[in-house]
């Protein structure tokens, strides 16, 4: 990875001014005399692979060190080349066009272009970046075109048909890229993510039929479809990342029924990991028949354009039916979105059965650690009879009353500092089965979640070990008194184990 505080590169790959002192090939070859190199007669495989690790503006220059590095870098197995080293669209498009045009990639495996900011100028040029891959018979390829898929105006580039048979792609990766309904035949692929696009169920359906060796699916930031039925026995992995039910145009939105929704049902029988990320536009999401389930994420949010009066109501319904649907999931990862609606539940003293889990054994919980949070936390844990490992990531980001409706408890009255003290409850899982605890970001602008650890540690009978994990921008001083709190803080378990990491 590039120093962030080195100067920008220059956009030209043949410049020979490199910012290191020297005028020339010359002065450089000069300056190497004053000390030993080491680098140069290292075996090609090793030089490679520290190629391979550079930005492709910094393995560009390695060509004027001497004769053996002049052509080394056209066999790196990885290049990649990113917009963001560029003043303008212009220079990086022509500065990625001088590399490839002449070079004779052959080893090439991975070929990667981060290009933010692609308009249809430059269709040319990309699908000349296109045939270099499949020319040289590139294993995994990244084009991603842009991020800005809200825009209904923004460009997409129409990948070529030529690509839709390749035999030998193993990873795949786009953005902002349209597909025609037709036939696809990616016999070898088993990674295939795709963002920002329109998405056909069709195209969809065509995919999934010609790649028989798929294991892993992840659909970015996309509309189009409002059903993703994976029935392809290979895949046991589903990634949903950014949703949103659009209509045809944006004046459409005008006068529509403040309550409608859209309804995105995800089903997938052989799927093993399922996650649903990001924002949910004008969505609710179902999900059916994954019975093979073992892992689920669901740190998503749901972001509707008007406010409905049954809003509250549909957000409780939405976690029910997803609850009801996973409840075989060994593993859980919940974020602030879905934790605050189940507080909700709780402040309403209701005990769904649909939450209780004999077979959650790994917890984790991204949470903004608030007082909106803390009964969903509770209930969670609460349900969760015979969980193992409990891991807390904490973002400050995510605090703050949610988004669910005006009819949310009130919580002016709450005594959030301590809530944890005043359970009541009986937590079988801390007197049973917990055995580890992680916790990322504990201290963060003056709120901790401290309290919440003494809490496990004091109630956790077969704890064996927490493992803190403090953020960078907290002074010492914070976390030396945050550490010395929790290392003198009585214990249930014997073998409770605290360890503090440093600061990452």
């Not at 010359?26 to 030993?36: A, F, L, Q, S």
Request: aromatic fraction near 10%; charged fraction near 25%; hydrophobic fraction near 35%.
């Amino acid at each position: 990875m590039s120093d962030s505080s080195s100067p920008a590169p220059s956009p030209s790959p043949v410049s020979t001014d490199y910012g290191y002192g020297f005028d020339s090939e010359g002065d450089m070859r000069r300056g190497r005399r004053e000390r030993p190199d080491r680098i140069s007669p290292l075996p090609d495989e090793i030089l490679l692979q520290i190629l391979s690790l550079l930005p492709m503006q910094d393995v560009l220059k390695t060509d004027v060190l001497s004769k053996r590095w002049q052509y080394l870098w056209t066999s790196v197995p990885s290049i990649r080349f990113s917009s963001s080293y560029f003043e303008d669209s212009r220079s990086f498009v022509d500065a990625v066009n001088k590399t490839l045009v002449p070079a004779g990639c052959a080893c090439t495996r991975k070929f990667a272009v981060e290009f933010l900011n692609y308009a249809e100028e430059f269709e040319a040029d990309v699908s000349l970046w296109v045939r270099f891959a499949a020319k040289n018979k590139v294993e995994e390829l990244t084009l991603d075109l842009g991020h800005d898929y809200w825009s209904y105006n923004s460009s997409l580039y129409c990948l070529p048909e030529h690509m839709y048979v390749n035999s030998l792609l193993t990873e795949l990766s786009f953005s902002k890229c349209d597909l025609e309904p037709g036939y696809f035949a990616w016999d070898s692929l088993k990674s295939l993510s795709i963002g920002c696009i329109q998405l056909e169920e069709l195209v969809l359906r065509n995919i999934l039929s010609g790649s028989p060796r798929l294991e892993f699916l992840e659909l970015r930031d996309f509309y189009g479809i409002n059903r993703v039925n994976i029935s392809n026995p290979s895949v046991k992995k589903l990634v949903i990342n950014g949703y949103e039910f659009r209509y045809d145009n944006e004046d459409d939105e005008e006068g529509v029924d403040d309550q409608v929704y859209s309804t995105l049902e995800i089903s997938g029988p052989n799927l093993h990991s399922l996650s649903i990320l990001g924002s949910l536009k004008n969505t609710k999401c179902r999900v059916t028949n994954v019975a093979s389930l073992v892992e689920a994420n669901l740190n998503f949010d749901i972001v509707n354009r008007r406010t409905a009066d049954d809003e509250y109501e549909e957000s409780q319904n939405i976690v029910r039916r997803l609850f009801q649907s996973l409840g075989g999931v060994h593993s859980l990862t919940i974020g602030t979105w879905c934790i605050k609606v189940l507080s909700t539940f709780d402040l309403e003293h209701v005990a769904p059965p649909w939450l209780r889990s004999k077979k959650r054994k790994l917890l984790t919980i991204d949470t903004g650690y608030d007082k909106w949070e803390l009964p969903g936390i509770a209930s969670l844990l609460d349900h969760s009879f015979c969980l193992e490992t409990l891991v807390i990531n904490i973002n400050p980001s995510f605090a703050g009353q949610p988004h669910i409706g005006a009819r949310f408890p009130d919580f002016r009255n709450s005594d959030e500092g301590r809530y944890w003290e005043i359970q009541e409850r009986v937590f079988w899982c801390l007197l049973r089965h917990l055995k580890t605890v992680k916790v990322n970001q504990l201290v963060y602008r003056g709120r901790c979640g401290a309290k919440f650890l003494h809490f496990l540690l004091g109630k956790a009978r077969y704890l064996e070990k927490m493992t803190v994990n403090p953020p960078k921008q907290n002074s010492w001083d914070n976390l030396f008194r945050a550490a010395q709190k929790l290392l003198s803080a009585p214990r249930s378990s014997p073998k409770a184990v605290v360890v503090f990491n440093e600061r990452r």
